[in-house]
């Protein structure tokens, strides 16, 4: 079993319900966050190593919760997967721009989120 | 004493024998590669199998975890406005549906629209334009529609977990709205449930 931690950031709670479920059943440990400022606060304040990052949240979105972990120094190295409703090459464009290292299409799969999950934290 | 020498015929016989020797151990050294080449097949065979095993229990967990979230957000919705949003939630994040429609049936047979998402009233009613129509039960009766009126582009149609979320919809979405309603209606009677 795993004791890598992964933040979960979804105003949802059902995806957040789905998220953890899958996630929690492979091994790893949980923290979640509800909006975008609170993911930077939980981030900063536990570093975990890798962050699940829905797009559209209350007070930071996705987008500027990334780009404002991107330039802290504690938080820079952070792994980041963002969670997208569109699959437009636009919106991909501006996910990495802001600094994700990867993506993941709404509605999640199980299997793939675990591959993703897996080919950055290792098995 | 002095040493004998070998003689040519010997020293023939001699290297024969070794050679004898050298093709029975390359003999055995390949029946050994044989059946290592053998073994090692059938474990990759083996190893595939449960790599395929494994992928088709995660896809399962998966599933499983939608559903189990879904019927979750119903029941821990408090009033009948949590129960909406669950609904929406569970349409718009677990199916991948971007304009949806809760209805409620009316006396006279008619769809009043109670929530949704990019759906005005301009809607409500046309049930005929809809993808996917999920009827809520309760008690042995229809009172209401889900209606799913388009998936997120990248969706590529309705999928075996989506049948089943309907599944879950059409048997709890109704009855959830209607203990959500029973708590509001206790709420105001200062009662409670």
Same mark, same amino acid.
Not at chain 1, 63 to 92: D, G, H, N, Y
Not at chain 2, 37 to 45: D, F, I, K, P
Not at chain 2, 71 to 78: D, S, T
């Given at each position: 079993? *795993?004791?890598?931690?992964?933040?979960?950031?979804?105003? *949802?709670?059902?995806?957040?319900? =789905?998220?953890?479920? &899958?996630?929690?059943?492979?091994?790893?440990?949980?923290?979640?966050?509800?909006?975008?400022?609170?993911?930077?606060?939980?981030a900063?304040?536990?570093?975990?190593?890798l &962050?699940?990052m829905?797009v559209?949240?209350?007070?930071?979105?996705?987008?500027?919760?990334?780009?404002?972990?991107?330039?802290?120094e504690?938080?820079? *190295?952070?792994?980041?997967? =963002?969670?997208?409703?569109?699959?437009?090459?636009?919106?991909?464009?501006?996910?990495?721009?802001?600094?994700?290292?990867?993506?993941?299409?709404?509605?999640?799969?199980?299997?793939?989120?675990?591959?993703?999950?897996? *080919?950055?934290?290792?098995? | 004493?002095?040493? /004998?020498v070998?003689?040519?015929?010997?020293?023939?016989?001699?290297? %024969?024998?070794?050679?004898?020797?050298? /093709?029975a151990?390359?003999?055995?050294?390949? @029946?050994?590669?044989? +059946?290592?080449?053998? /073994?090692?097949?059938?474990?990759?065979?083996?190893?595939?199998?449960?790599? +395929?095993?494994?992928?088709?229990?995660?896809?399962?967990?998966?599933h499983?975890?939608?559903?189990?979230?879904?019927?979750?957000q119903l029941? +821990?919705?408090?009033?009948?406005?949590? $129960?909406?949003?669950?609904?929406? +939630?569970i $349409?718009?994040?677990?199916?991948?549906c971007?304009?949806?429609?809760?209805?409620? /049936?009316?006396?006279?047979? #008619?769809?009043?629209?109670?929530?949704?998402?990019?759906?005005?009233? @301009? !809607?409500?009613?046309?049930? %005929?334009?809809?993808? $996917?129509?999920?009827?809520?039960?309760?008690?042995?009766?229809?009172?209401? $529609?889900?209606?799913?009126?388009?998936?997120?582009?990248?969706?590529? #149609?309705?999928?075996?977990?989506?049948? %089943?979320?309907?599944?879950?919809?059409?048997?709890h979405?109704?009855?959830?709205?209607? !203990?959500?309603?029973?708590?509001?209606?206790?709420?105001?009677?200062?009662?409670?449930?």
């Amino acid at each position: 079993m *795993s004791n890598k931690r992964i933040l979960l950031a979804d105003d *949802s709670v059902t995806a957040l319900t =789905m998220h953890r479920m &899958i996630l929690a059943g492979a091994g790893y440990e949980m923290l979640t966050a509800q909006d975008g400022q609170e993911a930077i606060e939980l981030a900063t304040a536990e570093q975990p190593d890798l &962050i699940l990052m829905d797009v559209v949240m209350p007070r930071k979105t996705g987008f500027e919760a990334t780009r404002f972990l991107r330039k802290q120094e504690a938080t820079k *190295s952070i792994p980041v997967i =963002m969670v997208t409703t569109r699959a437009e090459p636009k919106i991909l464009e501006i996910c990495f721009q802001c600094g994700c290292n990867d993506y993941i299409n709404k509605p999640v799969d199980g299997a793939v989120l675990l591959a993703k999950v897996r *080919s950055i934290l290792g098995n | 004493m002095g040493m /004998r020498v070998e003689s040519a015929e010997e020293r023939l016989v001699r290297l %024969e024998e070794q050679v004898e020797l050298w /093709r029975a151990e390359h003999d055995h050294q390949s @029946e050994r590669e044989q +059946e290592l080449r053998h /073994r090692l097949s059938a474990q990759t065979a083996d190893n595939r199998h449960c790599a +395929e095993q494994l992928a088709a229990a995660e896809q399962r967990i998966g599933h499983l975890a939608k559903l189990q979230a879904a019927v979750h957000q119903l029941h +821990e919705a408090a009033m009948p406005v949590d $129960v909406l949003t669950a609904i929406k +939630e569970i $349409v718009a994040n677990l199916i991948g549906c971007e304009e949806m429609g809760i209805y409620a /049936r009316r006396p006279d047979g #008619g769809l009043t629209l109670l929530d949704g998402i990019g759906v005005d009233d @301009e !809607h409500a009613g046309t049930e %005929e334009t809809a993808i $996917v129509s999920v009827p809520m039960h309760l008690n042995n009766r229809v009172v209401g $529609v889900i209606a799913l009126f388009k998936l997120l582009p990248q969706k590529n #149609g309705i999928e075996a977990v989506d049948r %089943e979320l309907f599944a879950v919809l059409s048997t709890h979405a109704a009855r959830a709205l209607h !203990h959500a309603g029973l708590r509001a209606w206790a709420r105001n009677q200062g009662v409670s449930l």
